[in-house]
């Protein structure tokens, strides 16, 4: 059997292999990549256009940042408005819709305005809109009734912007790079499609991979950028074994009809480590507006796909007592428990319509179930990883890298909008591994603001 070597191997044809497979391609001189897809073709699962919010996560809306993490996400999402522009996607792939973070009631509004003051440094094109502006630009937000004759009760402010990109297809966007990737000289860009890996071996100065179908590839280095599949082939290699997984899926509902004019974000609730449910116009569904997402735990590692997913998550999960500790610590808590089981409920046909529309009419008060359906097929799933050692789940990205040619990422939310940042973050280890060359300053030139 012949068997193909590259520099570099990427495991993983979502956004964020994409996105290194471009960036190697592009800025260093490597002189052979592959990228290895499970399915059909790219982005089908996490990256696709309806298994996400379709949102540019700047840090400037989305409440549950830091002041801190808004500056590092800040960068990393420039990156994606530069690519697009660069290419000319604008329009195509890229989107700018106002968009807002909403409080509702005297303690958000107050929380709002603190936040305006600490951000707007930052992001210098915030501003703070109050109910009669609000009126103008998304009045569902305002009124209590359909007709518009009544407002809703609560007092409410706004911090957003009109100025900015905001929405991005990413699945599109992962063939766009991948499309350019292609297009550099000197080096090979190989991708292979239905190219399930099975096995990663270290062998003595290289990585040998295996796919379900037998084909066998080497590498000096290796990338597996696989999602909630990463822990998985981690833990086969005996990596991360101090790390667990747990699946949360997103679901949305759809509109009829257009119901807002942007992004509507609304005030995270600092207890809860999933998303606040927000409302945006569907870039793929003719302007109509999604609500979501929920957020469910489910026990596979991939949405809508079947298979063996479920017995790869019960072995990802690494379920011990440092695990079901950290269950406990959750559910304990009755704010997250009453959220777990309500969200449970969301998906059960016959009731999860109207107590969904309970919580979307804290965006929109006049809504009602017969306004809305279950977006059936939206929804990807998210791996949010466990650390045993310090028995509490990590928020956000995690990356095990055990210093000898191989990186394991998982990426939940915001990994599309990092995914540009987080492959310049891995091109410097790769390079330093292998003694490339990395192009920095083209690099800045072209995805950055100058630094």
């Given amino acids: 059997m012949n068997t193909k070597h590259y520099e570099v191997i990427i495991v993983g044809g979502g956004i964020s292999g994409a996105a290194l497979f471009y960036e190697l391609a592009r800025y260093t001189d490597a002189k052979s990549l592959c990228m290895l897809e499970k399915y059909e073709d790219l982005s089908t699962l996490n990256s696709k256009g309806t298994s996400n919010s379709q949102t540019i996560h700047v840090g400037d809306i989305e409440t549950n940042y830091t002041l801190e993490k808004a500056k590092v996400t800040k960068r990393a999402a420039k990156m994606i408005e530069k690519f697009c522009l660069q290419y000319n996607l604008e329009e195509k792939i890229m989107f700018a819709h106002q968009k807002m973070a909403l409080g509702v009631g005297k303690k958000e509004v107050a929380f709002i305005k603190n936040r305006y003051e600490e951000f707007k440094e930052l992001f210098p094109y915030l501003e703070l809109w109050d109910k009669e502006k609000l009126r103008e630009l998304e009045p569902k937000l305002v009124y209590a009734d359909k007709e518009q004759t009544k407002d809703r009760p609560e007092e409410i402010l706004a911090v957003g912007t009109q100025s900015e990109y905001t929405t991005v297809d990413f699945g599109a966007m992962t063939k766009e790079l991948a499309k350019e990737a292609e297009k550099q000289e000197d080096v090979v860009t190989d991708i292979f499609y239905n ?47 101090h790390m667990g997984s747990l699946s949360m899926a997103g679901s949305f509902y759809i509109t009829s009809g257009e119901f807002l004019n942007g992004k509507v974000y609304m005030v995270q609730n600092p207890k809860l480590p999933f998303a606040a449910l927000h409302g945006d116009p569907d870039i793929l569904c003719d302007g109509k507006t999604r609500f979501g997402p929920t957020a469910l735990a489910l026990a596979v590692l991939e949405r809508y796909k079947g298979g063996k997913s479920f017995f790869q998550c019960l072995k990802t999960m690494n379920i011990d007592g440092n695990i079901l500790k950290i269950f406990w610590d959750l559910l304990k808590d009755s704010e997250i428990r009453n959220y777990v089981f309500k969200n449970f409920l969301f998906e059960v046909p016959g009731i999860n319509k109207g107590l969904f529309v309970q919580d979307a009419r804290k965006i929109v008060p006049s809504l009602s179930t017969d306004d809305i359906e279950y977006a059936k097929g939206f929804g990807g799933v998210r791996p949010q990883v466990l650390d045993k050692d310090k028995q509490k789940l990590m928020l956000g990205e995690a990356s095990i890298n055990p210093g000898d040619g191989i990186l394991f990422n998982m990426t939940p939310s915001p990994g599309a909008t990092s995914c540009l940042g987080n492959a310049e973050r891995d091109i410097k280890i790769i390079a330093e591994h292998l003694n490339l060359t990395f192009q920095t300053d083209k690099f800045l030139e072209e995805l950055t603001d100058k630094e």
């Fill in 195 to 241: 190219a399930e890996v099975e096995e990663i071996e270290k062998l003595e100065n290289k990585y040998k991979i295996t796919t379900t179908s037998g084909s066998v590839f080497t590498a000096d280095f290796v990338v597996v950028n696989a999602g909630a599949h990463s822990l998985y082939l981690a833990h086969k290699m005996g990596y991360g074994k």
